[in-house]
């Protein structure tokens, strides 16, 4: 049994939660979130309140019942506060910058390294601090998974992508005799 499946959600006054076909649609002040739903999945709003059941008792539905509440919550989240990543590129000469739809990076490769920016995303570059928002949870993490993935934090001198509350071990290094 989903611990997370089983509990009703509230909707809050200025989100509103529809099912139109086989999708749950999520329109709030920040924008419109839709998410299709799978048939072992069944959605009820009734009294301002969402839940989700499996449609049957397959291990795949239950497996899902969870999955997809907190999707649910995270669409009825998000499009009341957007939700944010900050990542902290470190090293000399390592610089940022988002021009137009695109996020350049300088991180010591012979190029620059350009990543399209998603649409529905808010990408802010301030000297070596990026800070990505958006209504997306998913794609919030995804982009900024991408970008790190570029110049992971190397465990020396700590130079590469980190986010902003991740501690990089680090190792000693090499002993003079």
């Not at 299709?36 to 989700?52: A, W």
């Not at 899902?64 to 998000?78: E, P, R, V």
């Amino acid at each position: 049994m989903s611990r997370l499946g089983k509990q009703k959600y509230e909707i809050p006054a200025n989100t509103e939660i529809t099912l139109v076909d086989n999708f749950v649609v999520v329109k709030g002040p920040l924008g419109e979130l839709k998410r299709e739903l799978r048939p072992e999945i069944e959605v009820k709003i009734e009294d301002n309140k969402v839940s989700v059941n499996p449609t049957n008792n397959s291990p795949f539905a239950k497996a899902l019942w969870g999955t997809f509440a907190s999707h649910i919550t995270n669409m009825i989240q998000g499009v009341s506060t957007p939700y944010e990543k900050k990542l902290i590129l470190e090293g000399v000469g390592f610089k940022s910058e988002v021009k137009g739809d695109k996020l350049v990076l300088a991180l010591g490769f012979s190029h620059l390294v350009e990543i399209e920016i998603p649409e529905g995303l808010k990408v802010v570059a301030e000297k070596n601090n990026i800070t990505i928002s958006g209504i997306d949870k998913e794609l919030v993490g995804q982009f900024a998974s991408k970008t790190r993935k570029k110049k992971k934090a190397e465990p020396y001198k700590g130079k590469g992508f980190r986010y902003y509350d991740e501690v990089v071990r680090r190792k000693q290094g090499k002993k003079n005799v």
